[in-house]
Nanobody
Framework: QVQLVESGGGLVQAGGSLRLSCAAS????????MGWFRQAPGKEREFVGC????????YYPDSVKGRFTISRDNAENTVYLQMNSLKPEDTAVYYC????????????????WGQGTQVTVSS
């Protein structure tokens, strides 16, 4: 069982940066591959990246590649999403999620979810 809590969301101007954190409870955190998703009002949940349990591999869709970076600290049971060069279209609720499979991009492949944190990018 893994419980996830996101933090770090807020309001930022276009071109700015934010770093989201996802704190996990449970001693098995380091065995899970972690993903980040986002969901804007009226839209489907969108995959924005994932990281291998070891922290050595990441994967990003083209929509955020080069702007977003995922990292993790297994000693601190935390995964991060660094977002740079933010755009108004990045506005959404951001979720972290845990999976036993790496490099999966669909939400049904993830077993545990956080409650989400709002990110709003103003133009």
């Amino acid at each position: 069982q893994v419980q996830l809590v996101e933090s770090g969301g807020g309001l930022v101007q276009a071109g700015g940066s934010l770093r989201l954190s996802c704190a996990a409870s449970g001693r098995t955190f380091s065995s899970y591959d972690m993903g980040w998703f986002r969901q804007a009002p009226g839209k489907e949940r969108e995959f924005v990246g994932c990281i291998h349990w070891s922290g050595t591999r990441t994967y990003y869709p083209d929509s955020v590649k080069g702007r977003f970076t995922i990292s993790r600290d297994n000693a601190e049971n935390t995964v991060y999403l660094q977002m740079n060069s933010l755009k108004p279209e990045d506005t959404a609720v951001y979720y972290c999620a845990a999976s036993t499979v790496f490099n999966v991009t669909t939400s049904n492949e993830y077993d545990y979810w956080g409650q989400g944190t709002q990110v709003t990018v103003s133009s």
